[in-house]
C-alpha cells in the first residue's frame, strides 16, 4: 500500500461525518454535526423500513447544531416525510428528532425542520442565515403521529398527521432561500450532551411537493409570543399576555 493511499484512509477515519456503515436506505450519509460528547449513530433496518438515530448533542438551536444526521442531497421542489417515536423514557422534555432540510453540514448552517420534542411540541424551527439564531414556529397541537415538509420554490410548509391519517397544513411555514442541491435528511439531538437519545424514524418518503401544502388555512394564523417565536392559532385568538 503505498504512502497516498495510506493518508487517504487516515483522513476518511478522521473525517467529522462518519462514512456510513452499510445501506442507509433512501439516504447517501450520516455523521455528527457539531460538538457531540459521545458518537451517535445510524441504523437502517431494510425488512422494517425504519431509521433508528441515537445522538448526545447540547441542541438544535440559537446559533449552532450539535446533532446526528443522517442525509442525501436534492434540489428542486420535493416533499419528506416520516412517523417519529422516541425510544425510552427520559427527563429531558426537549430531546428532538428531525426532518431537516439544510444549506451545508457546518454547525450553523441556514436550515429549517420539524422538530418532535420529546413534551410532544411539534414546530417549524428554522434559521436564516449561516450563523444566525434559531426561531420556531409551535403547531397549534402537539404529538402528531406523522410529519411532512414541502419544499416549494423558496418557501418550505409543515404538514401534521394523526391516528394513520395523511398530514395536512399545519399553518406553519417559512420563506428560505437556499441555494441548490441541498441536504435533506434525520436528525436527533439529546438536547443534554451528557445524555443519549434515540429515535425511530418510519415510512420515511422523498418524493414530490404537494400543492395542498400551500393551500391557504383560513381558519388559522399566527401569533406572536413574548420570546418572539410565533405560534399557530385560531384565526381570532389573541397572543398570550407576557409572564
Known amino acids: ?10 483522513f476518511l477515519l478522521m473525517s467529522p461525518l462518519a462514512r456510513a456503515e452499510g445501506e442507509l436506505g433512501l439516504f447517501k450519509d450520516h455523521g455528527d454535526i457539531g460538538s457531540v460528547s459521545r458518537p451517535g449513530t445510524a441504523v437502517y433496518d431494510a425488512s422494517k423500513d425504519t431509521y433508528t ?11 449552532t447544531d450539535a446533532m446526528h444526521y443522517v442525509w442525501k442531497r ?14 425510552g423514557t427520559s427527563t429531558q422534555p426537549h430531546r428532538k428528532a428531525c426532518l431537516v432540510i439544510r444549506q451545508n453540514l457546518n454547525t450553523g448552517s441556514a436550515y429549517v425542520d420539524v422538530a418532535q420534542h420529546g ?20 403547531c397549534m397541537t402537539d404529538s402528531p403521529t406523522r410529519v ?3 419544499r ?13 391519517g395523511e398530514p395536512k397544513p399545519s399553518g406553519a411555514s417559512f420563506n ?68
Not at 119 to 138: N, P
Open 1 to 10: 500500500m503505498n504512502s497516498t493511499r495510506i493518508l487517504l484512509g487516515a
Open 53 to 63: 438515530i441515537a445522538a448526545a448533542g447540547a441542541n438544535m438551536w440559537t446559533n
Open 74 to 87: 436534492r434540489s428542486g421542489d420535493f416533499s419528506v416525510a416520516a412517523d417519529i417515536a422516541f425510544i
Open 119 to 138: 413534551s410532544g411540541l411539534t414546530s417549524l424551527q428554522f434559521r436564516d442565515a449561516e450563523g444566525g439564531m434559531t426561531k420556531e414556529i409551535e
Open 148 to 150: 411532512r415538509l414541502d
Open 152 to 164: 416549494i420554490g423558496d418557501t418550505v410548509y409543515l404538514s401534521v398527521g394523526y391516528n394513520g
Open 176 to 243: 428560505l432561500h437556499l441555494s441548490d442541491p441541498v441536504y435533506v435528511g434525520l436528525a436527533v439531538s439529546a438536547h443534554d450532551d451528557n445524555a443519549f437519545e434515540t429515535a425511530v424514524f418510519s415510512d420515511v418518503k422523498i418524493g414530490t411537493a404537494s400543492s395542498a401544502a400551500a393551500e391557504p388555512q383560513a381558519d388559522l394564523t399566527i401569533i406572536t409570543l413574548p420570546s418572539g417565536d410565533r405560534r399557530v392559532a385560531k384565526a381570532g385568538d389573541a397572543a398570550p399576555a407576557p409572564h
